[in-house]
T-cell receptor, first 110, second 112 residues
């Protein structure tokens, strides 16, 4: 049982490049979330999904898009990366309240 | 806007000491408060609190919630170097599926 798996684990992008972060969960959870974690800022919610085919904006959605075409997958896209998006990204899933986290993706935009 | 404030932001103690970490919150339609421990990577779940005054305990860790004063504490007794981590407090509020609002965390360092 893998839980929540994020790919890739590390990535370096040039400003203006695009990329997609993949989050996969095998717990049949309805809810999935993308957070970013920056020093001194704690974890902040980017986007979330309450079920297959649904997405909603969180606290810091600008510059990101998401899709939940399949229940087990939640994709986070950066269309045109900016240095301000350098961060560690965590995906999480939950069925009720306790959230299970992936191991994180460290993204650097240069 | 929902807010979660943790204190202190960092704390250095010696092995064997007891520490108390604080979390206060201001949210609309509180549902639950959660504590996580984050070492190098993903946060791992410690406790979920929904009712005032009921202590949750796991080994040397315990936590309690005060819904009247809007805060929670996390206690760690007889600390060990393996307790060194960032401790995150998060609150679930609103409709229930809107994600968690996190505090900035308390960086706890246990010195041998």
């Amino acid at each position: 049982n893998a839980g929540v798996t994020q790919t890739p684990k590390f990535r370096v992008l040039k400003t203006g490049q695009s990329m997609t972060l993949l989050c996969a969960q095998d717990m049949n959870h309805e809810y999935m979330y993308w957070y970013r974690q920056d020093p001194g800022m704690g974890l902040r919610l980017i986007h979330y999904s309450v079920g297959e085919g649904t997405t909603a904006k969180g606290e810091v959605p600008d510059g990101y898009n998401v899709s939940r075409l399949k229940k087990q997958n939640f994709l986070l896209g950066l269309e045109s990366a900016a240095p301000s998006q350098t961060s560690v990204y965590f995906c999480a899933s939950s069925q009720s309240t306790e959230a299970f986290f992936g191991q994180g993706t460290r993204l650097t935009v240069v | 806007e929902d807010k979660v404030v943790q204190s202190p932001l960092s704390l250095v103690v010696h092995e064997g000491d007891t520490v108390t970490l604080n979390c206060s919150y201001e949210v609309t339609n509180f549902r639950s408060l959660l504590w996580y421990k984050q070492e190098k990577k993903a946060p791992t779940f410690l406790f979920m609190l929904t009712s005032s005054g009921i202590e949750k305990k796991s080994g040397r860790l315990s936590s309690i919630l005060d819904k009247k004063e809007l805060f929670s504490i996390l206690n760690i007794t007889a600390t060990q170097t393996g307790d060194s981590a960032v401790y995150l407090c998060a609150v679930e509020a609103g409709g229930g599926a809107d994600g968690l609002t996190f505090g900035k965390g308390t960086h706890l360092i246990i010195q041998p």
